[in-house]
């Protein structure tokens, strides 16, 4: 079992671009999954994260608040503004360009940690990023979202931070408190949790693929372009700060990685619930999930080559 899940695990981002692929091909079958099922998914996936969380991991913010400050940072400022100008650049229809806003308003994904270690980063770094950032969403990732979106749409920003708190922070409380109290469950359950994850993320991506496949078919090309540039921009630019810095290169690929990867579920997540009446809004979050794993695969053996030179160096 736990080869299998290691082998889930290493191939995360050819698993969901299948699970795309097989979505937009099938759509007959995707399609009777109902959306409703995308905010309890995302949910078991940020209780995941919770089990995974320990005192030590949020110590980095005390002993590094520097780079803590400088993603986080960079995260809500960066992804934010890429997303506001690449909608304003290719002229988005609305329904499009609320999607693509709410993923760059979202916080660093769990999947960055991963890349990160993968890459030679400082995984202790990037978790507290993650876990900060996640931490901040509730109250700017609505303000940010009606910022920007605002002016097109109407966005509750309440309702949104309320669906963020149940969402992903009750369900992180809740695998922290588990973590806390039942440390055999956890020991067991950990090993087994990125692929889980994995397999969750997949079938999110699968259900909206799934619902939009016949739309998706005249604007998908184009929401990729921007899916692909909002990432590669993210991660140059999250990167770029860090040499300015004059960081170490661990320290900048912890930043680069945060930065530009996403929780692309969780915008998917808000864009199903608050913006149901333009249902391609759900869209660029899929396609981000199934594009940053593949680009994230391919960052990590670039990054973890350069470590290599370095310590040979």
């Known amino acids: 079992m736990e080869k299998i899940c290691g082998f889930i695990s290493r191939w995360m981002g050819l698993l969901v671009l299948a ?21 309890p998914l ?3 996936v940020m209780f995941g994260m919770g089990l995974t969380l320990s005192a030590d991991d949020f110590k980095v913010v005390f002993s590094h608040p520097k ?10 400022t960066l992804m934010p503004g890429i997303a506001w100008l690449l909608v304003q650049f290719f002229s988005l229809p609305v329904e499009l360009a609320v999607g693509v806003i709410l993923v760059g308003c979202c916080p660093g994904g769990t999947a960055s940690n991963v890349i990160t270690y993968l890459a030679k980063g400082d995984t202790a770094l990037s978790v507290g990023m993650t876990g900060c950032s996640t931490l901040l969403a509730p109250v700017l990732t609505p303000m940010i979202a009606s910022l920007l979106a605002g002016q097109s749409v109407e966005v509750d920003a309440i309702a949104m931070l309320l669906s963020i708190l149940q969402v992903v922070i ?13 440390p055999v469950f956890t020991q067991h359950a950990t090993a087994y949790l990125p692929a889980f994850s994995s397999l969750v ?3 999110i991506v699968v259900i909206v693929i799934g619902k939009n496949s016949e739309k998706l078919t005249h604007c998908g090309s184009l929401v990729i372009l921007i899916v692909v540039l909002h990432n590669l921009l993210g991660l140059l630019l999250g990167y770029t700060i860090g040499k300015i810095l004059r960081l170490p290169h661990p320290k900048c690929t ?6 530009g990867m996403q929780n692309s579920g969780l915008a998917s997540s808000l864009a199903s619930i608050h913006f149901a009446a333009y249902p391609l809004a759900t869209i660029p979050g899929a396609i981000f999930s199934v594009w940053h794993n593949l ?3 391919v960052l990590a053996k670039v990054f973890a ?4 030179k370095e310590k040979r160096g």
């Open 19 to 39: 699970g795309a692929l097989a979505s937009y091909l099938f759509p007959e079958v995707t399609s009777t999954i109902s959306t409703m099922w995308i905010n």
């Open 254 to 259: 912890a930043i680069a990685v945060e930065v």
């Open 305 to 308: 080559s350069v470590a290599d």
């Open 67 to 76: 780079e803590i400050l400088l993603g986080c940072l960079a995260q809500y």
């Open 42 to 44: 995302l949910g078991v």
């Open 295 to 297: 680009s994230g695969a």
């Open 170 to 182: 009750v369900p992180i409380l809740a695998g922290l408190l588990v973590r806390r109290y039942f």
């Open 201 to 203: 993320i997949t079938l």
